[in-house]
């Protein structure tokens, strides 16, 4: 399965945009970047997901580069809600997701 | 409507005990994950559901964890002989079907064995 890469803690401001990267340079042609976020002591939720074009939905923003091998998520107006840990997951023609340890953002007043 | 539930919440062990931890996905989610969460990590796969079949179970860690799903819906991944390595956060997660489906995860089930 192909890895991601994401830096370990961000801040942002509230009402701010949140621009998550994710590095998956040994992606596959048909595997898809998936975004899942987790909130302290829930299960993770899913957000948004891609294979090569832009996505967008009420949540989030995916930005998938034209080569595959980086993506941002973007919360276009962070509250203090989304404060959470954002995974980034390359997900193969197998079921499972594979977690990384994640960026955990931190959204401040 | 409903998501998934997970019970216990919390479940606290001794060591060498037997556990059962139970997960209901949402009405008519075929498909059924577990997952195992220790702390500061993000969640690890274990075993992934079909049906009543498991059709991935290379996640499991050793002969100890078991798991099973009779009807395709309830399923209960049952460990023996717990060690003090097993403390985590167990996470269940269903999606309608498999393969790039949406997962919609349960709250996990915090096992401490002491």
């Known amino acids: 399965d192909a890895k991601t890469t994401q830096p370990p803690s961000m801040d942002c401001a509230e009402g701010r945009a949140a621009n998550l990267p994710c590095n998956h340079s040994?992606?596959?042609?048909?595997?898809?970047v998936y975004w899942y976020r987790q909130i302290h002591s829930q299960g993770p939720q899913y957000i948004i997901h891609g294979l090569k074009n832009n996505e967008t939905n009420e949540m989030a923003s995916l930005i998938i580069t034209e080569d595959r091998k980086s993506s941002t998520l973007i919360l276009p107006h962070a509250t203090l809600r989304d404060t959470a840990v954002y995974y980034c997951i390359v997900r193969t023609n197998t079921d499972k997701l594979i977690f990384g340890t994640g960026t955990r953002l931190q959204v401040f007043p | 409507g409903a998501g998934v539930s997970q019970t216990p919440s919390n479940k606290v062990t001794e060591k060498g005990k037997y556990v059962e931890l139970r997960c209901d996905p949402i009405?008519?989610?075929?498909?059924l994950y577990w997952y195992r969460q220790s702390l500061g990590q993000g969640p690890e796969f274990l075993i992934y559901?079909?049906?009543?079949?498991?059709?991935?179970d290379s996640g499991l860690p050793n002969d100890r964890f078991f798991a099973v799903r009779p009807e395709g819906s309830v399923s209960t991944l049952k460990i023996q002989r717990t060690e003090r390595g097993d403390s985590a956060v167990y996470l269940c997660?269903?999606?309608?079907?498999?393969?790039?489906?949406?997962?919609?995860f349960g709250p996990g089930t915090r096992l401490t064995v002491l």
């Open positions: 009405s008519g989610h075929t498909a």
């Open positions: 559901f079909q049906g009543t079949g498991a059709a991935d």
């Open positions: 040994t992606i596959s042609g048909n595997e898809y």
């Open positions: 997660a269903s999606s309608l079907m498999a393969s790039f489906n949406e997962q919609f």
